[in-house]
Nanobody
């Protein structure tokens, strides 16, 4: 079975950087795209970034565009999220997700379209 494991979270000062990793194992050959979502206390889960394996097309939420970069290593079945210029409002649990179809009704920003999820990793940005 597919497993997604996030790592790289921690506590940083505002303006600092973190690099999150998501390692996928199991039957990963059918993956169409992988994405990152985050959820802060009292808020709904929100889209952060996504990348397709066929062509490497990337998508970003407006709130992180220019600060975060998503990338993937096909050989290692791993996706990364480089986070720079972190702000206190970036504080959240960050989740990695994977989807197996390109026919997403709500696009890659809709969490309901994803098939697999990691356990999450905490990112805390102090002011």
């Amino acid at each position: 079975q597919v497993q997604l494991v996030e790592s790289g979270g921690g506590v940083v000062e505002a303006g600092g950087s973190l690099r999150l990793s998501c390692a996928a194992s199991g039957r990963t050959s059918s993956f169409y795209a992988m994405g990152w979502f985050r959820q802060a206390p009292g808020k709904e889960r929100e889209f952060v970034a996504a990348i397709t394996w066929t062509g490497g097309t990337t998508y970003y939420a407006d709130s992180v565009k220019g600060r975060f970069t998503i990338s993937g290593d096909n050989a290692k079945n791993t996706v990364y999220l480089q986070m720079n210029s972190l702000k206190p409002e970036d504080t959240a649990v960050y989740y990695c997700a994977a989807v197996t179809t390109g026919l997403l009704r709500g696009g890659l920003s809709w969490p309901g379209g994803y098939d697999y999820w990691g356990q999450g990793t905490q990112v805390t940005v102090s002011s």
